[in-house]
């Protein structure tokens, strides 16, 4: 259900909800429904996150595309991303995340970013944690931008020019193309569509 709120609204509504879902049951059919939808298929590089707090993980798509090159962010005064092996030893980062160690990647050589969001606009924009280092570092960038999130986490924002502009969106147990219309619908197959 989609209902009109402020960015801080939405973020502390959109965190609530998470505190009461299976995440492990979730994102075992978020990173399913990835592999399923095929849209990996043609990247050999590919930016993830470390999963905080209650986001939901897709690690697990290391195992799935061995042949294949993940990135993991760092943060400092910006957002930043190494390549990142399973098994690679990860460090502790700011606001409890965990960064691996490496040489920093330029960004379009990066052909895919799944980006975590706290929740997602009616017109395909990204709301973080409020910081907006997504914001800044994917700003101009011309690949796919992959948005994850809790089903529930589909909203009415009002949000600004700058925030994140998502491709497409998976929210556990479907995904849909973004478009710039109001009116998203589940059908009968679990889909997001218009």
Not at 22 to 36: G, T
Request: aromatic share 14%; charged share 30%.
């Amino acid at each position: 259900m989609w209902s009109s709120l402020q960015k801080k609204e939405a973020r502390a509504y959109a965190l609530s909800l998470r505190k009461n879902k299976d995440k492990h049951l979730l994102e075992n059919y978020l990173v399913e429904e990835i592999i399923k939808s095929d849209v990996l298929a043609k990247y050999n590089h590919i930016g993830i996150y470390y999963p905080i707090g209650d986001e939901m993980s897709v690690l697990r798509l290391l195992s799935y595309y061995p042949g294949k090159s993940f990135y993991l962010p760092i943060t400092k005064d910006n957002l930043s991303f190494i390549e990142y092996k399973l098994n690679d030893e990860l460090y502790d980062g700011p606001f409890h995340t965990k960064e691996p160690k490496g040489h920093i990647i330029d960004r379009d050589l990066i052909e895919c970013f799944i980006i975590p969001c706290v929740a997602i606009s009616k017109d395909n924009k990204r709301l973080g944690y409020g910081k907006g280092y997504y914001d800044k570092y994917l700003a101009g960038y011309k690949g796919l931008k992959i948005g994850v999130s809790y089903k529930e986490a589909l909203l009415d924002i009002e949000m600004e020019s700058f925030d994140l502009s998502l491709d497409l969106v998976f929210v556990g147990w479907s995904y849909g193309k973004c478009s710039s219309s109001y009116g998203w619908k589940r059908n009968k197959n679990g889909i997001w569509k218009k």
